[in-house]
């Protein structure tokens, strides 16, 4: 929190001169304004929601309910290989939207991380690397949205001439860092790969402040878990009016959280597992250990319009020089695009910024578009995990109870190998395309 909002005092007092009055009259605008944002609303509050969810499934026994029917009643998870492979599986099957998808990743495997005594790190790894990765793949979610509009504005503006939706389709193809993380991830799960700082990552037992296990069913656990699903889905069609591509991300998560934190009410407290004090205060406990993630988020949505105010990203794209060898375009664009969104800690705002740019040099030069795009794409996911600002990278913290700045040292190797090889076949592609 002092190194985002030391960030932001900065860039603060860059954009203004260094004048000590007008910084300190920007820096209350620039929180006044984030925080009548809706958006950002519904996001912090959906930080806080995830709190009292979390603390009122554990705290109804659903957890203890499904570790104790996934190791004696099936023979699914019978080590800590299958209990990560499993959140893998979750993570890659729920694609609907990051955050929801490295929660629900989170969930299911924090239990069986605990059982088999697996460093939070290496959970938050998992929830991580499938999250944004599987979301940017398979794009039936706001991901699309987003770039299907940024592709369509290109063609709009007479730069490209193609369908928006072949374009988006084809670019997908050279998504290469999604797919690397993916096989990355697995790899590293199926051969038990510890680099760098996950050699040295250690299972803490959580605190039991709030946990109290009477061993009830794990339908506690495993109900609003899959309302969370079906909720984003229908809450994404009615903000889309009909069209889940069009639907709001913000607003359909902030929806589904408060849904289901609603059905735990009349569940919970209906069968009669906890009595309404319990679970008002259990509720409470939750939003109340969560709070400061929504402070850190705030402070790196801050830090995000900053870097925009003061061009970060426009000043890095224009270091590339259109005489560069085709060659060797789409590799350029990938690395430029990593480091825009490592330092605004988002992979969206990336694609916003270096998809208008990146387009035009493409067609310029002759070169592949869709490799171009995909490029985009890859870098701003790349530099959006490598970050400790991002939002994805701290929901994913948040999601498997592990500290910030050691989910982002022990995922660091990992996805450096994944950005390795996707920089390798950006050249080969250039070369064969």
Request: net charge negative; charged share 10%; glycine share 8%.
């Amino acid at each position: 929190m002092l190194s985002l909002f030391g960030g932001i005092v900065l860039g603060t007092f860059i954009l203004n001169d260094f004048s000590l009055l007008s910084s300190l009259e920007n820096l209350f605008s620039l929180f006044a304004s984030l925080l009548r944002e809706a958006w950002i609303l519904k996001t912090l509050a959906f930080a806080i929601l995830v709190g009292s969810i979390m603390a009122l499934i554990e705290k109804s026994g659903g957890i203890e309910g499904f570790v104790d029917y996934m190791l004696h009643k099936t023979k699914i998870v019978k080590s800590a290989r299958s209990a990560l492979i499993l959140s893998y599986i979750v993570g890659v099957i729920i694609f609907v939207e990051s955050s929801i998808t490295a929660l629900i990743s989170g969930a299911v495997g924090k239990p069986l991380c605990d059982k088999y005594k697996i460093p939070s790190a290496k959970l938050a790894f998992v929830c991580d690397s499938t999250s944004a990765p599987i979301s940017s793949l398979i794009v039936l979610n706001g991901w699309g949205a987003l770039l299907l509009g940024l592709i369509a504005t290109q063609i709009s503006l007479g730069i490209i001439e193609a369908d928006a939706v072949s374009l988006l389709i084809d670019s997908i193809l050279y998504n290469f860092y999604s797919m690397a993380a993916l096989v990355v991830t697995f790899a590293a799960i199926w051969f038990n790969i510890d680099l760098g700082a996950m050699k040295n990552a250690k299972y803490i037992p959580k605190e039991t402040d709030i946990v109290q296990s009477n061993g009830a069913s794990m339908f506690y656990m495993l109900l609003p878990i899959i309302l969370m699903v079906i909720f984003v889905f229908v809450f994404l069609y009615l903000t889309g009016e009909g069209n889940i591509l069009k639907g709001s991300g913000s607003s359909s998560i902030f929806y589904t959280m408060l849904c289901t934190l609603i059905f735990t009410l009349f569940y919970f407290v209906g069968t009669k597992n906890m009595s309404f004090m319990t679970w008002s205060k259990t509720a409470y406990l939750g939003a109340k250990k969560l709070t400061p993630i929504a402070l850190i988020l705030l402070f790196a949505f801050g830090i995000g319009e900053i870097t925009t105010e003061l061009k970060t990203g426009h000043y890095l794209a224009s270091l590339a020089d259109e005489n560069l060898s085709i060659y060797l375009l789409a590799g350029m664009i990938f690395l430029i695009s990593s480091v825009i969104s490592f330092s605004t800690g988002t992979s969206w705002g990336t694609f916003s910024i270096m998809i208008p740019v990146a387009v035009p040099m493409a067609v310029a030069m002759d070169a592949n578009i869709a490799l171009c795009i995909g490029a985009v794409i890859s870098g701003g996911i790349f530099g959006d995990h490598c970050s400790p600002i991002s939002d994805t990278t701290i929901i994913s913290s948040m999601a498997a109870d592990c500290e910030v700045i050691e989910h982002v040292k022990t995922q660091m190797p990992y996805a450096l190998i994944s950005g390795a090889i996707s920089l390798v076949l950006f050249v080969v592609f250039s070369f064969i395309s």
